[in-house]
């Protein structure tokens, strides 16, 4: 069965960075995109981007400001989404989710990630 | 960028009944590009509908989807206790994806 795992949740200092990984299993790695969203202490989902998980080329939320990084190891079937110079506005529970076949919807999730920023 | 706004912000309806909810685009979804998503507290979104009237795998047929242009509505023909929760509105019809804001579906 399809599967998305994230690493586990992490605590950090303003400043800091953070790499926040979404390991798939059950399917075919490179067939179907991988979406990054998060979701902010009792707030709405935000979409933060995309990335083609055959040729690795990222899209961004045009809110995002060149923090966010998407990266692939398709060895191992993991996306990756790092965030460099973390404010206290990041701290929120991260997700990856899989495009579906013939729509870009997120089919499957990953379960979270909560990253928070805190000195 | 689109921007979706959904309403009402929150809902009060009982088990049993018919449920509405309404998310509008700022501008057309050409394609109708626009799925809706369930959210229980403490889990991760469930897919509903994708292409504005497609039930995903598994979603029961009390879930429809319809609507095109800029006025969507998800409907649950009757509600089970399972279905109070909140639901997000997200379009995919251009190169950046936007979500709504979400609407709470309260027991009352």
């Known amino acids: 069965q399809v599967q998305l795992v994230q690493s586990g949740s992490e605590l950090k200092k303003p400043g800091a960075s953070v790499k926040v990984s979404c390991r798939a299993s059950?399917?075919?790695?490179?067939?179907?995109?991988v979406n990054w969203l998060r979701q902010a202490p009792g707030q709405g989902l935000e979409w933060l981007g995309w990335?083609?998980?055959?040729?690795?080329?990222?899209t961004y939320a045009q809110d995002l400001t060149g923090r966010f990084v998407f990266s692939l190891d398709t060895s191992v079937s993991t996306a990756y989404l790092q965030i460099n110079s973390l404010r206290a506005e990041d701290t929120a529970v991260y997700y990856c989710?899989?495009?579906?076949?013939?729509?870009?919807?997120?089919?499957?999730w990953g379960q979270g990630t909560l990253v928070t920023v805190s000195s | 960028e689109i921007v979706l706004t959904q309403s009402p912000g929150t809902l009060s309806l009982s088990p049993g009944e018919r449920a509405t909810l309404s998310c509008r685009a700022s501008r057309s979804l050409t394609p109708n590009y626009l799925a809706w998503y369930q959210q229980r507290p403490g889990q991760a979104p469930r897919l509903l509908i994708y292409?504005?009237?497609l039930r995903a795998t598994g979603i029961p047929d009390r879930f429809s989807g319809s609507g095109s242009g800029t006025d969507f509505t998800l409907t649950i023909s009757r509600l089970e206790p399972e279905d109070f929760a909140v639901y997000y509105c997200q379009q995919y019809s251009t190169s950046l994806y936007s979500f709504g804001q979400g609407t709470k579906l309260e027991i009352k």
């Open positions: 989710g899989r495009e579906g076949y013939s729509y870009k919807a997120v089919d499957y």
């Open positions: 059950g399917y075919s790695f490179t067939t179907y995109g």
């Open positions: 292409d504005a009237s």
């Open positions: 990335i083609t998980t055959d040729t690795g080329n990222p």
